[in-house]
């Protein structure tokens, strides 16, 4: 008998999910699978990439017809990435920024404790990164 741990993964869909893949292994995702179309391998099928210990995300190449068309879904997201200190946030900004993120919050304290940076993918996904895992 399997025994999985429950976790949280956001499902993405990318116009360029090559790029995506990409733009979140520079953040620190750990990449765990990657399936790719037989019939165009350019196509990402289904891909999974684990933060840390605590989830991850999956994502696929954006296509008609299903539930993973653009422009429905493409750069539709928003994620909130939990870093354990500080200097984690603006390292992980600093990350996002050399890999074609476009600022949307730079790193700033918090009035509630911690600190936050929030930044578009290059498709367009929000991705804030901090260090208030709450309650």
Avoid at 23 to 48: C, I, K, T
Avoid at 81 to 105: C, F, R, S
Avoid at 114 to 131: F, H, I, K, M, Q
């Amino acid at each position: 008998m399997t025994t999985t741990k429950p976790q949280l993964f956001h499902c993405l869909t990318y116009a360029d999910a090559d790029k995506g893949l990409a733009f979140l292994a520079a953040l620190g995702f750990e990449q765990v699978l990657v399936v790719r179309s037989e019939a165009d391998p350019s196509r990402v099928e289904h891909a999974e990439l684990r933060w840390h210990d605590s989830g991850g995300i999956m994502l696929g190449s954006a296509r008609q017809p299903g539930p993973h068309r653009i422009p429905d879904t493409a750069g539709q997201a928003r994620c909130y990435l939990v870093v354990p200190a500080d200097a984690d946030v603006d390292a992980t900004y600093e990350k996002a920024m050399a890999n074609g993120a476009t600022t949307i919050e730079v790193p700033a304290d918090q009035p509630y404790g911690g600190r936050v940076a929030t930044v578009a993918d290059p498709e367009g996904n929000l991705w804030s990164v901090g260090s208030y895992p709450g309650e």
